[in-house]
């Protein structure tokens, strides 16, 4: 069966890329490399010991994504493309709007225009703002804060209204929690363009020898150690929730939001620990201001991934910083 994935020379896409040639899926990854590299596409392929077609273009190329899915029989398809950094969201706020919700208006465009009512979205724990009450289940309300969660609440909203326009649509948002790690071949990882702004990547740069020191953002918040708590889970985890979604929308209709987390807390300090006691490195700490537009702590209530798709994340946080050492030398660009 034929599955277009479209960012999915991405960090989320390439690893569930890996996920679904294991699960027996035919694959056609779409990607601009906005955010990626073309080396991922040799990477994914050798991992996954066969060869996957790739096309590379913009989702806002109508022309190009309708016939995408028409030349390759498309079934359904998993959406990654977007941009996905909050603190550049809320400096470039149309750029977010263009890319992210602009592109998604284009891919539907182009499934209806081919009859294909099936997509699983990548969406963000980000969509619920301040919390009332935690862990967020799905039912939590949205509130995004800054413009990157606004867009993918936007996109939600866009499939909810297709869902109720047109009951032979299933949508599955995905609203993941903090990804971290690699595969376990090394081969594949997080790879951002220019210095990192999330807490692994920029940790892997220090241990590496490529950045001096990490700046812990904010030290007194009312968490166990006052510093920042996130649900982190493995990259590996959360591509196995892409099966396991995949398989639920085509088994149903309608709209559905699943959390993908792990159900667990970790302050920044206990990930910092945790890092150097699966890799031996002493890493240098400066305990800085608070970042502005984090929240304090934030994590997933799982049941309705265990309920719905009989899913639930495996691996532990020594796996996640392990994974994520190993795979520094694709995640560090000379
Ligand atoms: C984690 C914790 C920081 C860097 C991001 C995206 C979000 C989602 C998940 C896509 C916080 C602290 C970080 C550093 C630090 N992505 N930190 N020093 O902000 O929770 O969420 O990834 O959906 O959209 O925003 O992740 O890794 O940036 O921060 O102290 O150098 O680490 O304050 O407490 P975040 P993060």
Request: hydrophobic share 40%; net charge neutral; aromatic share 8%.
């Amino acid at each position: 069966m034929n599955i277009l994935l479209t960012g999915g020379c991405g960090y989320i896409g390439s690893h569930t890329a890996i996920s679904l040639v294991n699960a027996g899926y035919d694959l056609i990854l779409l990607d601009n490399f906005s955010n990626s590299e073309t080396c991922v596409i040799d990477r994914i392929q050798k991992i996954a010991g066969k060869p996957i077609i790739f096309v590379e273009g913009d989702l806002r190329d109508s022309n190009l994504v309708s016939k995408t899915l028409k030349d390759n029989n498309i079934r359904g398809v998993i959406h990654f493309a977007g941009l996905k950094a909050v603190g550049e969201s809320v400096k470039n706020p149309i750029d977010y709007f263009d890319n992210n919700v602009q592109c998604s208006i284009s891919l539907l465009q182009a499934m209806i225009k081919n009859n294909i009512k099936k997509i699983v979205f990548s969406s963000s724990a980000t969509v619920y703002g301040i919390p009332q009450y935690l862990p967020y289940d799905e039912n939590h309300p949205t509130s995004a804060i800054n413009p990157y969660g606004r867009t993918k609440l936007h996109i939600e909203e866009m499939l909810k209204d297709l869902a109720n326009s047109d009951p032979e649509w299933t949508s599955i948002v995905l609203r993941y929690f903090n990804p971290v790690g690699a595969h376990k071949s090394g081969n594949l990882g997080e790879a951002p363009k220019g210095i990192p702004s999330n807490l692994m990547p920029y940790l892997v740069q220090v241990a590496s020898g490529y950045l001096g020191a990490l700046n812990i953002f904010g030290s007194d918040y009312g968490t166990r150690d006052g510093t920042g708590e996130r649900d982190y889970i493995h990259v590996t985890d959360l591509a196995e929730g892409h099966v396991a979604a995949l398989q639920f929308m085509f088994r149903e209709q309608g709209w559905h939001a699943i959390n993908l987390g792990t159900g667990k807390s970790t302050s920044v300090l206990e990930l910092v620990h945790t890092f150097e006691k699966v890799t031996n490195k002493k890493i240098p700490l400066n305990l800085t201001s608070r970042r502005a537009g984090d929240l304090p702590a934030y994590f997933a209530k799982v049941s309705k991934a265990k309920n719905l798709l009989n899913w639930e994340a495996k691996l532990n946080l020594e796996d996640m910083c392990l994974s994520a050492w190993q795979s520094r030398k694709i995640s560090i660009h000379e």
